[in-house]
């Protein structure tokens, strides 16, 4: 779905374009003189102006800007076994699962989608999109880039360690620290800017679209918890181990706390953005009801600043309707706690183990290498 700056954009396009219903070339003996071939290169160079200028609002659609995306091909020349191990999961399937669902389907047609695949109400979440042939274009499911960002302004840093016949392994100590700051700079969201990781999880599996809900009959989000969904299918932790473990139990009870910090900001964005008292406005009220409740509980056994900020603030969170800068302004305390708790010391905060997922509640099977 274009935004309507795009709409706009495309309808001047085409009224210079084709005034006789042509496409930017008309006939021969419409060139004769000079001043017919003048307007001719005006009118390219308008049909090219306003082709980039609709390109650069069509991006904003969506969750990346395919202009950016490498695609997880390039990610793949180093990290082999990482990709191996996303192709056996939803997030890779869905690229070809999702648009032949009859769920999907039903979904679109009320929607009035005709091809899932070309309209930014799936493609948002569903599918990586990049440019080809300078059209935004799906490549694959939900992809590495999807929770890194994009990667062209920081993939050639991220992946350079000290030279052209530097390996990973031979990388001096000094270089490491240069090269990951500067691919923090450039835009790479790595594992251990937890809140920016995580927050990707949750723009999507909230389902913060209320269209999508109340008229497509979507689901109002996942029941989407941090520690069940990354330790399972998706776990992916074979860059520093062999056999994909386990992540430790310090990092684990911050992948739980967080993830009820942002369980509550994001569905109180939801409720902010609701317009109707339907479907997901009351799904996102009973998702933030339901968020604060865990962190109350949690903040009976834990003993940390931020935690209790966030549920200090929660005072001032009406969940009703038009109630828009209120909300938001709570959502965006959260969120500021959040980010100061990802850094927290894991090892300080044993009170939540009691909370813990088990490895059976595991989302999906763990990729074991081969």
């Known amino acids: 779905m274009r935004s309507e700056n795009t709409k706009l954009v495309s309808a001047g396009v085409a009224a210079l374009a084709r005034p006789n219903g042509e496409r930017c070339n008309w006939p021969a003996a419409r060139m004769?003189?000079?001043?017919s071939i003048f307007r001719v290169f005006a009118v390219i160079a308008l049909c090219l102006f306003?082709?980039?200028?609709?390109?650069?609002a069509f991006a904003a659609d969506y969750r990346l800007d395919p202009a950016q995306v490498e695609g997880p091909d390039a990610c793949g020349e180093c990290h082999k076994q990482t990709v191996k191990a996303w192709k056996e999961t939803h997030h890779s399937s869905t690229f070809k699962d999702m648009p032949r669902s009859d769920d999907a389907r039903a979904i679109a047609d009320k929607l009035g989608i005709s091809r899932i695949k070309s309209e930014s109400d799936c493609l948002t979440c569903h599918f990586t999109m990049a440019l080809e042939e300078a059209k935004p274009t799906p490549i694959s499911g939900i992809s590495c880039e999807s929770c890194h960002s994009a990667g062209a302004d920081w993939i050639d840093i991220h992946s350079d360690f000290g030279g052209k016949d530097v390996k990973a392994e031979n990388e001096t100590p000094a270089h490491k620290i240069k090269r990951l700051a500067d691919s923090d700079s450039a835009g790479m969201i790595r594992p251990s800017n937890?809140?920016?990781?995580?927050?990707?999880?949750?723009?999507?599996?909230?389902v913060p679209n209320e269209r999508?809900?109340?008229v497509g009959g979507h689901?109002?989000?996942?029941?989407?918890?941090?520690?069940?969904?990354?330790q399972g299918e998706i776990r992916h932790n074979v860059w520093y181990t062999e056999d994909n473990t386990e992540a430790s139990l310090e990092r684990r009870r911050l992948f739980y706390i967080i993830g009820k910090m942002l369980d509550y900001e994001y569905a109180l964005r939801g409720v902010a953005k609701a317009t109707q008292n339907a479907e997901y406005a009351k799904a996102m009220a009973m998702r933030a009801q339901r968020a604060l409740a865990f962190l109350k509980k949690i903040d009976e056994t834990v003993d940390n600043d931020q935690l209790t900020a966030i549920i200090n603030a929660s005072a001032s969170a009406t969940l009703k309707l038009n109630n828009e800068t209120a909300l938001l302004d709570v959502a965006s305390v959260v969120a500021g706690h959040a980010r100061k708790f990802a850094d927290a010391n894991g090892s300080e905060l044993a009170g939540v183990d009691a909370m813990l997922p088990t490895a059976d509640k595991y989302k999906g099977a763990v990729f074991v290498p081969q």
């Open 32 to 35: 004769a003189s000079p001043q």
């Open 50 to 56: 306003f082709t980039l200028a609709g390109a650069t």
């Open 194 to 206: 937890l809140y920016e990781l995580a927050a990707n999880c949750y723009s999507c599996h909230t």
């Open 212 to 214: 999508l809900v109340n």
């Open 219 to 230: 689901t109002a989000g996942s029941k989407f918890e941090l520690v069940r969904w990354t």
